[in-house]
């Protein structure tokens, strides 16, 4: 109850900030020389990711954004560039439910030589039926989490030189939610999440979220246990009026989302905390945590169970490697 009333209030946290936090301020109190880094987004092209790609590029951070729509990747850069004209944003064609059209962004991005400082994996889909990838994979747990995985697997080694030879901690955020809560044990089962029997969307989409925290877990591990200046945290965003509340169609009724909706967070609100752990000096160091409402928070006992995490990371290495016979970049 208390947390509620915290959230309701926008009472802020230890860190200062709250729920009513929104991207912008955060962006505004960091003290970072942010016009030396650069960040990859993806969802970047609406919500939550439209506004952390705005308010970082305004703060001087080249962006790069793989979008699988590039028209509305497009139209998103020219917004930003007529409010600030000397940003620099870079715009890529992906499908992140597809392993191969992953693997050939991240092959382009590298190929250009530029340094990683931030990577952003925010995009999400809630797909209501049961869908598959071009790779026979449910279409959630691909684009939620496969593609993910497979960038930030891709990307790793690029954002731990690129830190070693600036002095700048790189940060990755995977984005996750609060129902990762409502995964039971006895049903998060990886070769079921590829293939449901029984396919429930909102059990789908709270198992990819689970696997994002868990994939950051399981890296930030393998991140200290190399002394590697790069971080990765999950962060829960806050229930916020975007196209996955509309689409969660049956998740609640109608009356129950109209009610519900005058607690939503808006769009910079709900993008606040992704900007905090990529660009607060407070989330400096932190690797392997869950964060909401710009505040380090407790996630759920699976969430936080070391072997299932190392499990789960093992599986989705296998699956890759059997699908694209792809020999992943060796820890320098």
Same mark, same amino acid.
């Given at each position: 109850?208390?947390?509620?009333?915290?959230?309701?209030?926008?009472?802020?946290?230890?860190?200062?900030?709250?729920?009513?936090?929104?991207?912008?301020?955060?962006?505004?109190?960091?003290?970072?020389?942010?016009?030396?880094?650069?960040?990859?987004?993806?969802?970047?092209?609406?919500?939550?990711?439209?506004?952390?790609?705005?308010?970082?590029?305004?703060?001087?951070?080249?962006?790069?954004?793989?979008?699988?729509?590039?028209?509305?990747?497009?139209?998103?850069?020219?917004?930003?560039?007529?409010?600030?004209?000397?940003?620099?944003?870079?715009?890529?064609?992906?499908?992140? /439910?597809?392993?191969?059209?992953?693997?050939? @962004?991240? %092959?382009?991005? $590298?190929?250009?030589? *530029?340094?990683?400082?931030? !990577? #952003?994996?925010?995009?999400?889909?809630?797909?209501?039926?049961?869908?598959? /990838?071009?790779?026979?994979?449910?279409?959630? @747990?691909? %684009?939620?989490? $496969?593609?993910?995985? *497979?960038?930030?697997?891709? !990307? #790793?080694?690029?954002?731990?030189?690129?830190?070693?030879?600036?002095?700048?901690?790189?940060?990755?955020?995977?984005?996750?939610?609060?129902?990762?809560?409502?995964?039971?044990?006895?049903?998060?089962?990886?070769?079921?999440?590829?293939?449901?029997?029984?396919?429930?969307?909102?059990?789908?989409?709270?198992?990819?979220?689970?696997?994002?925290?868990?994939?950051?877990?399981?890296?930030?591990?393998?991140?200290?246990?190399?002394?590697?200046?790069?971080?990765?945290?999950?962060?829960?965003?806050?229930?916020?009026?975007?196209?996955?509340?509309?689409?969660?169609?049956?998740?609640?009724?109608?009356?129950?989302?109209?009610?519900?909706?005058?607690?939503?967070?808006?769009?910079?609100?709900?993008?606040?905390?992704?900007?905090?752990?990529?660009?607060?000096?407070?989330?400096?160091?932190?690797?392997?945590?869950?964060?909401?409402?710009?505040?380090?928070?407790?996630?759920?006992?699976?969430?936080?169970?070391?072997?299932?995490?190392?499990?789960?990371?093992?599986?989705?290495?296998?699956?890759?490697?059997?699908?694209?016979?792809?020999?992943?970049?060796?820890?320098?």
């Amino acid at each position: 109850m208390k947390d509620t009333l915290r959230y309701l209030a926008g009472i802020a946290g230890p860190s200062g900030y709250g729920s009513k936090t929104t991207a912008q301020q955060v962006a505004d109190n960091s003290s970072s020389p942010l016009h030396r880094l650069t960040a990859i987004i993806t969802g970047a092209t609406s919500g939550i990711g439209a506004e952390t790609a705005r308010v970082l590029a305004k703060r001087g951070v080249r962006v790069v954004i793989p979008a699988r729509d590039i028209k509305k990747a497009a139209e998103l850069k020219e917004g930003i560039e007529n409010e600030n004209p000397n940003v620099e944003i870079m715009l890529f064609e992906i499908d992140l /439910s597809s392993l191969a059209s992953v693997k050939r @962004f991240c %092959t382009q991005f $590298l190929a250009l030589g *530029l340094p990683l400082n931030i !990577l #952003i994996n925010n995009a999400g889909i809630f797909s209501q039926n049961l869908e598959f /990838s071009e790779d026979k994979i449910e279409m959630t @747990f691909a %684009t939620n989490y $496969l593609g993910h995985y *497979l960038m930030t697997e891709m !990307l #790793i080694e690029k954002m731990v030189e690129t830190a070693e030879e600036t002095g700048i901690q790189g940060r990755i955020i995977n984005l996750s939610s609060v129902i990762h809560s409502w995964v039971k044990r006895d049903c998060f089962s990886f070769t079921q999440m590829l293939n449901p029997n029984n396919y429930n969307a909102t059990r789908a989409y709270a198992q990819s979220k689970l696997a994002n925290i868990l994939h950051a877990k399981e890296v930030a591990r393998q991140l200290k246990a190399r002394n590697a200046k790069v971080t990765i945290n999950a962060v829960h965003p806050g229930i916020v009026k975007t196209g996955i509340i509309r689409a969660h169609k049956g998740f609640i009724t109608d009356s129950l989302f109209f009610i519900a909706s005058k607690l939503l967070k808006s769009t910079s609100q709900g993008a606040s905390t992704s900007c905090y752990v990529a660009l607060s000096p407070q989330a400096q160091g932190l690797s392997g945590k869950y964060f909401a409402d710009c505040n380090e928070c407790n996630c759920s006992a699976l969430a936080n169970d070391e072997l299932e995490a190392q499990r789960l990371w093992r599986q989705t290495r296998a699956l890759i490697h059997r699908r694209l016979q792809y020999q992943f970049p060796t820890p320098s």
